[in-house]
């Protein structure tokens, strides 16, 4: 923990007393993506709240663009209380919590409505609260949203149009078995290696949210993209737990009440980026190609069952689709 010195005056009864030493708490976010991203857009309204909430007994410091290293690393430095917070895609966290896979199955949610309430329910609150037997306090589900393939080359209409393609995708044991089933060779890699690994020709092509490609600036390497939604992406907002329980219990709602704001504006951020990056990548000279899906929902589904039976989730699975 980061604290700084800082001196208030307190005015009593119109006579302006002596200065007394006070210590604001400072909380360091760390994220990936940039500032004008939705995890950027999140932290920003992360700090407000809580500095607001708290009449600045906390200052925020924001860490974006990997500053402090990719998602994998920051989540250790959470477990280990070096880092404060974080916002993360929950790639990443299934190493360590493997509860957080189950939202990572290809073709599980039907829509964005699907998903929130899924998110919203008991069951995104029962992994949230799992979190902390791994020093994660997770406080609210963000978003990322649905995952498009964006490459150079051949279009990728159907899944036979993967087969040899080398495709960053997180280090994530679903989602390399994923793209597995689909034929590709999924290349795990952190996010902050993309875009030169990109440039190099070191992989073909790469997986997210297709606002990423205009926040990232992918349009710069990349010159196609596919609409698979092969996969939703939450995002996690999350805390070291020997930070949270360091806190009163009255800071810990301050925080908590922080975190689901920042979970809101999340949302509506990506909705926002997600409706203006379309124009945008054809603007810059990406083309986009909407497929057809059914054919890479039947390309996955041994893959999906097999995995959800041996990690435990086919119940909770059904159940998740039965709340569509």
């Known amino acids: 923990m980061n604290n700084y010195k800082l001196f ?98 290809p073709y599980v949610f039907e829509n964005y409505q699907h998903a929130h309430k899924v998110l919203d329910s008991h069951i995104g609150q029962e992994i949230l609260d799992g979190m902390s037997r791994y020093q994660i306090k997770g406080l609210a589900w963000g978003e990322n949203g649905f995952r498009q393939i964006t490459y150079n080359g051949k279009p990728i209409l159907k899944p036979g149009d993967l087969k040899g393609r080398k495709i960053r995708t997180m280090e994530n044991k679903v989602h390399i078995a994923t793209f597995k089933a689909l034929g590709a060779s999924p290349v795990p890699m952190s996010w902050t290696e993309v875009f030169t690994a ?86 810059r000279g990406m083309t986009i190609d909407k497929v057809d899906i059914h054919p890479f929902i039947t390309a996955t589904e041994p893959m999906r069952e097999k995995l959800a039976k041996q990690m435990g989730f086919t119940k909770r699975l059904a159940e998740i689709k039965s709340m569509q």
């Open 198 to 283: 990109l440039q190099q020709g070191t992989i073909d092509g790469q997986e997210n949210p297709i606002n990423l490609a205009v926040t990232s600036k992918l349009y710069e390497v990349q010159k196609e993209a596919s609409l698979t939604q092969h996969l939703y992406s939450p995002a996690v907002i999350a805390m070291s737990q020997s930070y949270w329980d360091g806190l009163s219990g009255q800071e810990q709602k301050w925080v908590e009440t922080s975190a689901h704001k920042a979970a809101i504006v999340m949302r509506q951020t990506r909705a926002k980026l997600e409706s203006e990056a379309f124009d945008q990548l054809k603007k």
């Open 8 to 105: 208030k005056y307190i005015a009593l009864g119109g006579l302006l007393m002596a200065p007394v030493l006070s210590s604001a708490k400072t909380i360091n976010i760390a994220f990936t993506q940039t500032l004008d991203s939705q995890h950027g857009e999140a932290a920003k309204a992360f700090k407000q709240k809580l500095e607001t909430l708290s009449n600045h007994e906390f200052n925020v410091v924001l860490k974006p663009a990997g500053a402090l290293g990719g998602e994998r690393e920051v989540v250790e430095s959470l477990q280990l209380g070096i880092i404060e917070m974080t916002i993360s895609s929950t790639g990443p966290l299934g190493n360590f919590d493997k509860d957080v896979y189950l939202f990572d199955f």
